[in-house]
């Protein structure tokens, strides 16, 4: 009989102990105890050395409880954004914790954002706690601004509630175009532990229009060793998109002597050919090979159909061409590798790499650069022929 | 089995085995830090050439089928040595539990609970698994089939998850680096995860084995492990690329960048469950290992009384091992093979060659 | 610091105590050094002594031999 005692009492000891232990109270986390960043912005503070970090975060409440005496709209903001000045990203955020009655979580963060001037000044010593803290996810996308980050985090856009989360679809939304847009936090790491490559990242501005605020993709910054030394307008960065291929849903405008053509991709392929010589030169080749629709034609009066889609393939052709050589000559003046053909060669040829890494930028400068392009037109749309065409009206 | 009378299926003892080294898979960091894109090659490697050594164990367990590891030593190598080499593989097994712990502590505290401080976790992983300790062998061994599946299961739903995101040229450039890391790395890949068969020499007596089956589910067991590792590996590999000696835990951070459509993603969680399940598997059979050997070392007939204190001892001295991180990693990378090579290879082949010269086992009369 | 002995004079109490009634002086002796060296531990950790870890002189000594990497 003492022996079931003792094992009872045990038994409901142990109980207690493990529910006790298990129940996490340590660590315990309720939902309106936290602030739920959903943007993060670092900026360089306009009168001192330090860093301004701006922390977008939304409201866990449904009803905003104000009773002021804003009659305007009643579901005005649903985020508030917080800011704070340090010399790293993780003292702003000690200093905002400080401050704040809630803790600060990070895990859903959906935008990371740095303003030009930081940028230009280098971002590498900044990443670290990127890298560090169990929090801070390695997808998230990354951007960069221009002008001051901190107010692309302020506009107040009509259709999202957050412009952390608005930038992140629009961002997911135009990868569905090139992949080449999505940079997520772990490629410019990765990008950035290659000395020798530079890493694209989407530049966002924000714009007025009729009143209302808005954010759009103005291009991409070129970051080459953590910092801004260029960037790409939207026309430049899609002969980027062109040469790095597995582009889907681009549309290509070539303007003809007879003409402008607006092109559908139906599949883009672009395979790259780089070759060491002797004396030390690199040549590298673009063929491109694409299959395109026709989205819309303007001019081409009087032509028949069969003169028009060779021309309109030759457009097309040249477009190609000449967006890609025009995308490079401008990485080659800024002897930024934005195309990775150093780590190609790093990765297929490591020895060889290793006796021209040193001198690699001026040979990025002198690279000899040929571009094919086989278009073949396999759609016209709905309709065969245009109105101005040869047979378009009687 | 003299003093654990439980046995265990001979299928059973091939899912502890395959669990024990599926638990393995997960920690990898100490691999891919030395020998970063080319660590597949490594595991490969150190998979074929832990194999003689399997075999030197099989050979053992097939010679002595009811006698554990300490009784081995004591009956090849006299009752004075086998005594100190007892001794010597009481801190190996009470040093390589404690490990376990510690890493399963340490990577709960960072990534799930960081103001729970480790020892608290420790404490209670060791509690929950002196309840099956207490059981004997039969509750140790009997949910490795479960979990086994289990683990198989994420693993391949995880590694199909982001066959998406793996990049072909993130395996280049291939051997690129100096020779020294690559011996390093078959060294390292040798006894870390595979060399812990050792372990299994103390559980091989309470399996109801018949000479061919020995082999047959030791190796089954290795092959289920070898290949995980090997898969994860590759995996990690092809997704983080150039950053995978940057991270702690690559496997984390691959299934943490998850990304399919636009439900499936933040899959790390999956890691986390199946990590915390097999690591607490292996630490449990550690943990019964450890017991065993201090009760058959001094022959004391039930070792039931023991388990608390051995627990506890384990979480005290796993909490003095390794102050910090950084110690830590390079203690795994540059100290550990060499300490253990003498524990899991050398010791196993030398025991095997004596008790073959010494004709042993003797055969009493019945 | 009243937790460790809290959880130790538990241990004691649930495992030691049995043992004891026992009477077998090598169970005894075996499960009191253990007992002994784990409680010693927690208290010096709880003390904030720093215990030298033995993998690390391990290390040291091997690193000395020029056995180590």
Avoid at chain 1, 309 to 337: C, G, P, R, V, Y
Avoid at chain 2, 125 to 141: K, N
Avoid at chain 3, 30 to 37: E, K, R, T
């Amino acid at each position: 009989m003492r022996r079931r005692k003792k094992r009872i009492a045990a038994t409901l000891f142990m109980t207690f102990l493990l529910t006790v232990l298990f129940s996490g109270c340590w660590d315990s986390r309720e939902m309106d105890s936290l602030f739920i960043v959903t943007g993060m912005a670092l900026d360089k503070s306009p009168d001192s050395d330090e860093l301004t970090i701006t922390l977008q975060v939304g409201k866990t409440q449904s009803k905003a409880a104000s009773s002021s005496s804003d009659s305007s709209s009643e579901e005005k903001n649903m985020t508030i954004l917080l800011k704070a000045s340090g010399d790293t990203p993780l003292e702003g955020i000690k200093r905002l914790n400080l401050n704040s009655s809630r803790a600060l979580f990070l895990e859903h963060n959906q935008a990371v954002l740095f303003g030009s001037d930081l940028a230009r000044q280098g971002l590498k010593e900044y990443i670290d706690f990127f890298l560090r803290d169990y929090e801070s996810r390695m997808e998230v996308p990354v951007f960069v601004t221009e002008g001051p980050a901190e107010k692309i985090l302020a506009v107040d856009l009509e259709q999202e509630q957050s412009t952390g989360m608005y930038l992140e679809r629009v961002i997911q939304d135009l990868s569905e175009l090139s992949p080449a847009y999505k940079v997520r936090m772990l490629d410019f790491v990765s990008c950035m532990r290659d000395e020798n490559s530079a890493v694209l990242i989407p530049m966002v501005a924000s714009y007025e229009e009729e009143e209302l605020q808005k954010l759009q993709i103005c291009g991409m910054a070129i970051i080459q060793g953590g910092r801004m030394i260029g960037s790409l307008n939207n026309h430049e960065t899609l002969g980027y998109v062109l040469a790095k291929g597995k582009a889907k849903v681009l549309i290509i405008d070539a303007q003809g002597e007879k003409g402008r053509a607006l092109f559908n991709t139906i599949s883009l392929d672009t395979k790259r050919e780089v070759k060491l010589k002797e004396n030390g030169g690199v040549q590298v080749k673009y063929s491109v090979d694409a299959k395109l629709g026709i989205g819309e034609l303007k001019g081409f009066a009087d032509m028949d159909i069969l003169e028009l889609m060779s021309e309109l393939t030759k457009m097309a052709e040249n477009q190609i061409k000449e967006q890609i050589t025009e995308t490079f000559e401008k990485a080659k003046s800024l002897q930024a590798d934005i195309f990775g053909i150093g780590k190609e060669i790093y990765r297929r040829q490591p020895k060889k790499w290793e006796k021209i890494k040193d001198n690699w930028d001026n040979l990025f400068s002198d690279i000899e650069l040929t571009v094919e392009a086989k278009v073949l037109i396999s759609e016209t749309g709905k309709s065969l022929i245009s109105l101005e065409m040869q047979g378009g009206t009687r | 089995m003299r003093i654990d009378k439980g046995r265990i299926s001979g299928l059973q003892f091939m899912f502890l085995i395959a669990c024990y080294y599926q638990a393995s898979s997960l920690l990898t960091a100490f691999q891919t830090g030395v020998t970063k894109q080319d660590t597949w090659i490594m595991v490969l490697i150190g998979s074929i050439l832990s194999l003689p050594f399997l075999w030197a164990v099989r050979t053992l367990m097939v010679t002595f089928p009811d006698k554990n590891l300490i009784q081995i030593l004591s009956e090849v190598y006299g009752p004075v040595i086998g005594k100190i080499l007892g001794l010597l593989y009481l801190w190996y097994f009470l040093t390589v539990a404690s490990l376990n712990l510690m890493d399963l502590a340490d990577f709960t505290k960072g990534t799930i609970m960081t103001r729970t401080p480790s020892p608290v976790m420790a404490a209670v992983c060791i509690l929950v698994a002196s309840i099956a300790v207490r059981r004997g062998i039969r509750l140790v061994a009997k949910y490795g089939p479960l979990f086994t599946i289990i683990a198989a299961f994420i693993f391949v739903l995880s590694t199909l998850l982001v066959v998406n995101q793996i990049k072909l040229e993130h395996y280049l450039p291939i051997f690129s680096l100096p020779p020294k890391k690559y011996l390093q790395g078959a060294h390292i890949s040798t006894t870390i995860p595979f060399g812990e068969h050792i372990t299994f020499l103390m559980i091989h007596p309470a399996a109801l084995l018949s000479r061919r089956d020995t082999g047959k589910y030791l190796f089954l067991g290795f092959a289920v492990g070898a290949l995980t590792l090997f898969i994860t590996t590759l995996r990690d590999i092809g997704v983080l690329g150039n950053t995978v000696d940057l991270f702690t835990v690559p496997s984390l951070m691959t299934l943490r960048l998850v990304h399919v459509g636009p439900t499936i993603s933040r899959t790390e969680i999956l890691f986390s469950v199946i990590f915390m399940i097999l690591l607490f598997f292996k630490i449990t059979v550690l943990f019964y290992v450890t017991v065993l050997t201090v009760a058959q070392l001094f022959n004391i007939k039930s070792y039931q009384h023991l388990i608390l204190t051995v627990g506890s001892l384990i979480v005290v001295y796993g909490i003095t091992l390794y102050p910090n991180p950084q110690k830590h990693a390079a203690s795994a990378q540059e100290v550990e093979p060499v300490i253990w090579t003498l524990f899991e290879l050398f010791i196993p082949l030398l025991t095997s060659i004596v008790a073959k010269i010494r004709k042993l086992p003797k055969v009493k009369e019945a | 610091m009243a937790a460790v002995i809290i959880v130790y004079a538990l241990l004691a109490l649930f495992e030691l105590i049995p043992i004891i009634k026992s009477r077998s002086w090598r169970h005894i002796a075996v499960c009191g050094v253990l007992f002994v060296i784990s409680f010693a531990l927690a208290i010096l950790l709880k003390l904030k002594v720093r215990v030298p870890s033995m993998l690390l002189l391990l290390g040291d000594l091997l690193r000395s031999w020029h056995l180590a990497y």
